[in-house]
Every structure is written in C-alpha cells, then in structure tokens.
C-alpha cells in the first residue's frame, strides 16, 4: 500500500464526508484544504443519520423532517407486501 502525504489524505478525507473532489483538486497546503473541508461542513456536509436508541425507536422509519433527517412512527396507512 502507498504511503499518503497529509494533503492527499485530507483531500481523501474531504470526498469521504461528500466533498467534491475537482473542489480540492488544485489545493496544495493542508489548511487549505481543511478550510474547505470546514466549509463543507458549515455549509450542510457530511449531515449526520439521527441517534436511535432500542427499544424507543424500534419500528419507525428515517425520513426528512424541516430538512434534516429523523426517526419517525410508519404512517398509519402503510401495508406491508
């Protein structure tokens, strides 16, 4: 395996939490690309799944609520197939 540099890793890093790649592609100094990292994140980045616990959240569903994702009961209408 490859020994990474910092910024090669760090600009790995920033694709891993949903970054696009051509946006650090031309960064050259580690604190530029976690400024942008950062700012990837600020901006909404690497949103997070909400924390379940069991048994309390045991049966819902993931769904979008004022724009963040949460737990949430099965519609009373939903069937299973």
Known sequence: MARLTT???LKDLFTAF???ASTVADL???SEIIKALANHIAAGGAAE???VSS???DGKVLTVVDGAW???ALPADNTET
């Open 55 to 57: 048994p309390g959240d």
């Open 70 to 72: 949460a737990a949430a």
């Open 7 to 9: 910024t090669e890793a």
């Open 18 to 20: 949903g970054g696009n």
């Open 28 to 30: 050259v100094t580690d």
């Open 49 to 51: 799944l909400p924390s």
